[in-house]
């Protein structure tokens, strides 16, 4: 653990370099000349012709939704600089029908692998940390329920496109500072951008640094089998301290060669060092209870991204655009299990994973409302990993664990799309995708090669009841699906940390895991329906259903069976081609001006702001019986309520947002459930603004843990009565911004 302390060490001084500017603070002026911050999207314009130029300067995100070909939801900076958060993760579990679990964002109540992330349009890279992402780097997150052809169609929940920033038009300088409640200090944050325009050529340089030192409380309930076979129950209650830092740099620079060529060079470069420690309390409460040890981790991350993207307009109806990529990530972790203070298991390891992409499309205009595109992705990936596992120092399946492991992917995909807007009133999308994976795996004791294909046809049709299209009807028929990841696929095992010892067995809550090289991917056929009413005063309802059919179900499955790497029968989980599914739900929201929302209950003068969504959901698994049979992890319904208020005579906006989930059980096979409790979450903020260009934020979030997760437990019990049981829950955050224009 030699590492820790120097590594706090680098840290601790960043808190010091953003108190001093904090505690200056210019005089406030008047709420007249503050501007409207916090106050919703700007009212719709009338339609003249002077104002419709000021559309196309100034389009909201409310404007750009209902523009949009296919059903999209859009948040821009309003919605992104709101709470003065300091990553991602903390913006999406605000947003409508998104949740954030332990696998980063959900959507639909799916788990991880059902929700499409997307950087600029392109697939996340393997290894990057969204809750090391700064808002402050971000332009826009557009939210798609439905995939389109020229983006990958591994989308059955749906997609979170996260656009980053483009160079400024204009020499930019912004600065914001940050503080936010640690353990036992201050945690310091800092965002910079500078960009430049000088003829041809603009750029832009963001910069992040950020800290963390968070500390969690875990609680961890079993009953089951101890040590000596017999019946056992004990709690385990412990601190966890979680701390670290890092930074991100994301240098952009766009190049006019000429009227139809531009070319943009975009990069970015993260990396950070992380830390936990976790010291438990035991409380036996019958027999002999395998227990959890203390835990002592740290590790590292860095990710490395370089993209190039050229456009050539070669003619008045026809252009393309060609994407080369290169990407690389980096990792190493050293956790080590403790028994009395001292060391009883390790695992040290870490990997890299390096990758090539090319893209591109040729688009046609065949008039003013009708385009066709077609395109090509391809993307190749290299992956290594290293991990060796000892216990008392000596090494854990020495012919699985430290053996070098290696895996090649290869992604190609072909599409071709036609937009057309038939009459004023309708709007038809078609799209064809075939995309093809290809993995192959590499040890010294087992190899795995997997390969997947899919076509995935397209559908998206509006209609706008008027031209205009204040009320329209979208509707989706489409086909989506979720490939195996590596981590799947690979046959290597893992020993249940409580049971390291080959010669004795394991429980069925405590298994040990492996791979499984012959997954097939997911496929789903989805059906979307939404009917979105937008206000004259720039505000918004909609009410959509949605319905997925789902083959090849993946599920880890829990069985007793003879393996290699044990002497004796040892309970094993493995992913598995398990049923298939169904799952369909309702999704409500509204938001806007409260006296456009509702004219009979609030005066026109108020310069409140109300936002709410409310999202029911059902599925069943064919292959389990009921009620709980749904698919994992999703819940019957998640509501989110939010309001902004500009108070009157002060340059102030306070503001907050409610977010609820039920308990709920899951029936993950024939003698499995798990139990989620319910969660919720509030945010709160106030918002002064002194003057044009500095302005100060104060934001309070209660019910969620660092970068995202709500605080709740899970317990999985099995049909003879053992249980498991845990719980994580952290105290409330504070965070306190001052936002410099320079």
């Not at 290809?438 to 004791?445: A, M, N």
């Not at 489409?478 to 046959?491: C, D, H, K, V």
């Not at 500009?646 to 977010?659: C, E, K, M, N, W």
């Not at 002064?688 to 019990?717: D, I, K």
């Amino acid at each position: 653990m030699s590492i820790v302390r120097p590594l706090v060490a680098q840290a601790g001084p960043l808190w010091l370099l953003v108190a001093g500017p904090l505690a200056l603070l210019a005089a406030p002026t008047s709420a007249q000349d503050a501007p409207g911050l916090g106050q919703g999207d700007p009212p719709a314009a009338q339609p003249t012709s002077s104002q419709r130029i000021e559309i196309t300067a100034r389009q909201s995100t409310t404007e750009l939704r209902r523009t949009s070909r296919v059903a999209k939801q859009i948040y821009g900076r309003e919605e992104l600089d709101k709470y003065g958060d300091t990553n991602a993760l903390d913006v999406m579990r605000r947003l409508p029908g998104v949740n954030v679990g332990a696998g980063g964002p959900r959507m639909r109540g799916l788990g991880a692998g059902y929700t499409q992330i997307l950087i600029n349009g392109d697939p996340m890279p393997p290894g990057f940390a969204l809750d090391q992402l700064s808002p402050a780097q971000i332009e826009r997150i557009e939210v798609l329920r439905a995939p389109t052809a020229d983006q990958s169609a591994q989308a059955i929940a749906g997609t979170i496109n996260i656009i980053l920033k483009e160079p400024p038009r204009r020499s930019q300088r912004d600065l914001r500072l940050g503080l936010s409640n640690g353990t036992d200090r201050p945690m310091g944050n800092l965002n910079l951008t500078l960009g430049e325009s000088k003829g041809a050529l603009a750029g832009s340089l963001p910069v992040s640094l950020f800290e963390w030192r968070r500390e969690n409380r875990n609680s961890i309930e079993r009953q089951m089998p101890g040590t000596d076979g017999a019946p056992a129950r004990a709690r385990q209650t412990g601190d966890q301290l979680v701390w670290g830092w890092g930074y991100n740099l994301a240098p952009r620079m766009n190049w006019k060669i000429n009227d139809e060529q531009t070319l943009s060079l975009a990069t970015f470069l993260q990396k950070g060092y992380w830390n936990n420690r976790t010291a438990f309390e035991t409380q036996v409460l019958a027999g002999n209870p395998v227990l959890d040890d203390d835990q002592a981790q740290f590790g590292t991350w860095q990710n490395r991204r370089l993209n190039l993207n050229w456009v050539n307009r070669f003619h008045p109806d026809q252009s393309i655009e060609v994407r080369s990529g290169l990407q690389q990530s980096r990792w190493t972790f050293d956790a080590t299990n403790l028994r009395q203070g001292a060391e009883y298991q390790r695992a040290i390891g870490g990997g890299d994973d390096d990758g090539v992409t090319l893209a591109g499309k040729y688009s046609l205009l065949l008039g003013e409302a009708h385009g066709l595109t077609a395109g090509w992705d391809l993307e190749s990936r290299e992956r290594t990993e290293r991990r060796t596992v000892t216990q008392q120092g000596q090494p854990v399946l020495p012919d699985f664990e430290g053996q070098p492991f290696d895996a090649r992917v290869r992604r190609q995909a072909f599409y071709a799309q036609d937009e057309w807007e038939i009459s004023p009133q309708w709007q038809l999308y078609l799209g064809l995708r075939h995309e093809r994976i290809r993995t192959d795996s590499r040890g010294t004791t087992d190899t795995a090669n997997n390969s997947s294909s899919v076509l995935s046809p397209l559908l998206h049709l509006t209609y706008k009841f008027d031209p205009k299209g204040r009320d329209m009807v979208r509707a989706s028929l489409t086909r989506s699906y979720r490939a195996p990841g590596i981590g799947t696929l690979l046959a290597r095992p893992s020993l249940a940390s409580q049971y390291t010892d080959t010669d004795a067995p394991n429980t069925e809550l405590a298994p040990d895991r492996v791979g499984n090289p012959a997954l097939e991917p997911e496929l789903a056929t989805g059906l979307d329906i939404a009917f979105e009413k937008y206000l004259p005063g720039g505000g918004m309802w909609s009410v959509g259903l949605f319905h997925r059919r789902i083959t090849d179900l993946i599920r880890n499955v829990t069985t007793l069976r003879t393996v290699p790497w044990a002497t004796v029968p040892r309970w094993v989980s493995q992913p598995q081609n398990f049923s298939s599914a169904t799952t369909s739900g309702i999704e409500l929201e509204a938001k806007g001006r409260a006296a456009e929302l509702m004219p009979a209950l609030v005066d026109k003068a108020s310069a409140l702001n109300l936002r709410a969504s409310v999202n029911l959901y059902r599925s069943k698994v064919d292959a389990l019986p009921g009620p709980d049979n749904r698919l994992d992890g999703q819940q019957p319904w998640t509501a989110t309520f939010g309001f902004d208020q500009r108070i009157a005579g002060l340059p102030l906006t306070v503001g907050g947002s409610l977010s609820l989930n039920p308990t709920y059980d899951t029936q993950l096979t024939l003698d499995q459930t798990q139990r989620r409790s319910r969660t919720h979450t509030v945010d709160l903020y106030g918002l002064w603004v002194f003057r044009q260009g500095l302005s100060m934020r104060l934001a309070v979030a209660e019910g969620a843990q660092p970068f995202g997760p709500p605080n709740g437990y899970v317990t999985t019990l099995l049909t003879n009565g053992d249980f498991t049981r845990n719980e994580r829950k952290t105290g409330p955050q504070v965070n306190l911004s001052l936002d410099f224009r320079l």
